[in-house]
């Protein structure tokens, strides 16, 4: 046998042989890659699918109902009562009005003029003794509500044959308001004009005094000329319209006669707030003395001691609904029936404090935080601004976000951007303005001539409440903004508001209207400013225009008309 111990060949060959493949440590980083693999394959975050949105199939049951005629025909009805409503008290006296019908012998249904196609109307003759009842709000310069917008429209465009169709119309509005209930004035003539009956007159209800009872008045004539229209007699749930039959009796127990009460037997004697027209309270006379101390007329001054009544008790001190039922606490409604009382809360509405030119991805606000103490000693708050006032941006990856969407305006800035703006407003109103100037500015960057721009601001402390301060100087310092006159209303003994500037400044604020075709913007308070505002412009026109008070009224009521003195103003 060879030896091959002794050579180093043979030796090297052998060794080859008998060593493994892979060596410890390729066993070792195989197994790793392999691991890694294998990790990779099964915990890896999977791309999110693409969900495939199929088209619905149309069917009976998935079909909106758009046909109202269709829906009175199926149910019975024979009365429609369309609103329209920004803030939910239109549509309350919609449903109100609804119900009542079947106390009339009739049946009745509230609709949404949005949810239905409203060129059915001229088929309503189809439907014996039928109505059409509108109670409609006015929002902002004049304007029809959101739901309602698409109907005014029509009626505007339209040239419907509306012949044989009986209707009438509640209108909702301010009489604060330049446009006093537009709307509901607006489609109460539209619908004669194209032929419909109007089985009686328009209502008025005025916000600014008490729509609730005007409302109720006009429903009280209402119902009784429906019936006498056509000729049927109201029959309350299922009885006769007739309530006393005439009996004599001989002996009567007094406590059980009826004296008079509106609303229950014995409610004079037993008083229980709260007291309306329905519950009068009977008010103990302190003083009744004459004031004429001759001549056949007899004039009196008279004082009612109103002491326990309660009454203006919920509206002086604020009451909401929480604080009637602490202060009230034998009111033990029904929670499920309190909750079926209550109504939406509604969506609130802000002026745009910025330019979709500047800011084109982001929208921005300016609101005041409701919040102050009634004379109960109780604190209100008001729910949107309080909830807004708690959304704080966050950096912890979770977004605070806020539920909105934009609603047509009127407001904005001319077409022509050589046109001069004067902006009035003062607080809070600032807001709009705020994206007119950035407007303003983007157009100037980009080389367009702009016009005067000038802004009447008012607060009442420099150094306290001068909103946007520094932005506004900026945009002066940059000639974005002509001139900035500010109104510090409580910085001096005497009292300055924005009205007393534009008057300081007359004959600049004149040349600008009435030479340069400058448009004018009011933002703000429509109680007290814009009232005094519009006021100024008056007697501006007069001083310098020459005019008489009516014609200067004429004057500013033509600017309206051509679009050049708008107003986003609220009470």
């Not at 109202?68 to 009365?79: E, H």
């Amino acid at each position: 046998m060879a030896d091959t111990r002794a050579d180093p060949a043979a030796q090297s060959e052998l060794m080859d042989e008998d060593e493994p493949f892979f060596s410890n440590l390729d066993l070792f980083l195989f197994s790793l890659i392999a691991g890694l693999l294998v990790y990779w394959i099964i915990f890896r975050k999977k791309a999110e699918p693409i969900p495939e949105f199929k088209k619905l199939e149309s069917t009976p049951q998935t079909t909106r109902e758009t046909s109202f005629i269709g829906k009175m025909k199926k149910t019975g009805k024979n009365i429609v009562v369309f609103y329209g409503s920004q803030t939910g008290t239109g549509e309350e006296f919609a449903n109100r009005l609804a119900k009542d019908a079947h106390r009339y012998g009739m049946k009745g249904m509230a609709a949404d003029p949005e949810e239905y196609d409203m060129s059915e109307l001229s088929r309503l003759t189809e439907i014996e003794n039928s109505i059409a009842i509108f109670c409609l709000a006015t929002y902002g310069e004049g304007d029809p509500t959101d739901n309602a917008q698409d109907f005014y429209d029509w009626l505007q465009e339209g040239d419907a044959d509306f012949s044989g169709v009986k209707y009438t119309v509640f209108a909702l509005g301010n009489k604060t308001y330049e446009h006093y209930n537009a709307m509901g004035k607006y489609v109460d003539k539209r619908l004669a004009e194209l032929g419909a009956q109007r089985i009686f007159d328009l209502g008025m209800g005025d916000d600014d005094g008490n729509l609730e009872e005007d409302f109720v008045s006009w429903r009280e004539q209402f119902w009784p000329a429906v019936c006498e229209h056509f000729g049927v007699e109201a029959t309350g749930e299922e009885s006769s319209i007739r309530q006393y039959e005439l009996k004599v009796h001989s002996d009567l127990n007094m406590n059980k006669v009826y004296t008079g009460e509106l609303g229950r037997l014995m409610s004079f004697e037993n008083q229980k707030p709260p007291f309306d027209s329905k519950n009068p309270f009977l008010a103990a006379v302190t003083v009744n003395r004459k004031l004429n101390k001759a001549g056949d007329r007899h004039l009196m001054h008279l004082e009612l001691d109103i002491t326990g009544s309660k009454i203006s008790w919920v509206l002086d001190s604020c009451r909401n609904i929480l604080a009637i039922l602490e202060d009230l606490p034998s009111l033990r409604p029904p929670i499920d029936h309190l909750c079926e009382l209550l109504p939406r809360l509604q969506a609130r509405y802000y002026s745009i404090a910025s330019s979709s030119k500047v800011h084109p991805n982001s929208i921005h606000i300016c609101a005041v935080v409701v919040e102050y103490e009634t004379k109960t000693g109780r604190v209100n708050k008001g729910v949107a601004t309080n909830w807004l006032k708690s959304k704080m941006p966050t950096d912890n990856g979770h977004k605070t976000t806020v539920p909105m969407y934009i609603r047509k305006s009127q407001f904005r800035l001319p077409f022509k951007s050589t046109n001069p703006v004067i902006m009035v407003g003062p607080g809070t109103g600032i807001a709009p303005f705020m994206g007119f100037v950035q407007e303003r500015g983007w157009l100037k960057e980009q080389g367009k001539d702009i016009g005067e721009t000038v802004l009447y601001y008012g607060c009442r402390y420099k150094n306290e409440d001068f909103l946007y301060q520094e932005e506004l100087e900026e945009f002066e310092k940059t000639g974005v903004l002509t001139a900035l006159n500010v109104a510090f209303s409580r910085d001096q003994a005497e009292k300055v508001y924005v009205q007393h500037l534009l008057k300081k400044n007359k004959e600049a604020v004149w040349r600008l209207v009435h030479s340069d075709n400058a448009h004018i913007y009011i933002c703000g308070d429509a109680r007290n400013m814009a009232r005094d505002v519009q006021n100024a412009f008056y007697e501006i026109a007069e001083e310098l225009g020459g005019l008489s008070r009516a014609q200067a009224v004429d004057y500013v009521k033509k600017l309206m008309t051509k679009g050049r003195y708008s107003q986003d103003v609220w009470s």
